[in-house]
């Protein structure tokens, strides 16, 4: 399976930018899918998550700022990014969870089983 990510740039304190990543395969559709983020010198950290079912998770720092939707039919999720802070700047990846196995949950970075390229998001201040 190939990600490819999209939709990263430069943008103001306060502003919005919209991540999309494209899946290859229709298996899409029955992988939880994610979005991580890894800042210069930092671990790579969870931000947010959606299941097959359209159940959606967040960090407690993108919570009412971040909404993560799916689209099937184009293999697509997306990150709707709101309210954007300078500490939000980081490489952005996108990750399919095929839920064969269990490494801790969709939390977890080890859960995932394919990792897009990567698109940086910068903002600021």
Same mark, same amino acid.
Request: glycine residues 10%; proline residues 2%.
């Given at each position: 399976?190939?990600?490819?990510?999209s939709?990263?740039?430069?943008?103001?304190?306060?502003?919005?930018?919209?991540?999309?990543?494209?899946?290859?395969?229709?298996?899409?559709?029955?992988?939880?899918?994610?979005?991580f983020?890894?800042a210069?010198?930092?671990?790579?950290?969870?931000v947010?998550?959606?299941?097959?079912?359209?159940?959606?998770?967040?960090?407690?720092?993108?919570?009412?700022?971040?909404?993560?939707?799916? /689209? %099937?039919?184009? %293999?697509?999720?997306? +990150?709707?990014?709101n309210s +954007?802070?300078?500490? /939000?700047?980081?490489?952005?990846?996108?990750?399919?969870?095929?839920?064969?196995?269990?490494?801790?949950?969709?939390? %977890?970075? /080890?859960?995932?089983?394919?990792?897009?390229?990567g698109?940086?998001?910068?903002?600021?201040?």
């Open positions: 399976v190939q990600l490819q990510a939709g990263g740039g430069l943008v103001q304190n306060g502003g919005s930018l919209r991540l999309s990543c494209t899946a290859s395969e229709r298996t899409f559709r029955t992988y939880t899918m994610g979005w983020r890894q210069p010198g930092k671990e790579r950290e969870f947010a998550a959606i299941t097959s079912t359209h159940i959606a998770y967040y960090a407690n720092s993108v919570k009412d700022r971040f909404i993560i939707s799916r /689209d %099937n039919a184009k %293999n697509t999720v997306y +990150l709707q990014m +954007l802070k300078p500490e /939000d700047t980081a490489v952005y990846y996108c990750a399919a969870d095929e839920g064969r196995k269990y490494n801790g949950g969709k939390y %977890n970075i /080890d859960e995932y089983d394919y990792w897009g390229q698109t940086q998001v910068t903002v600021s201040s």
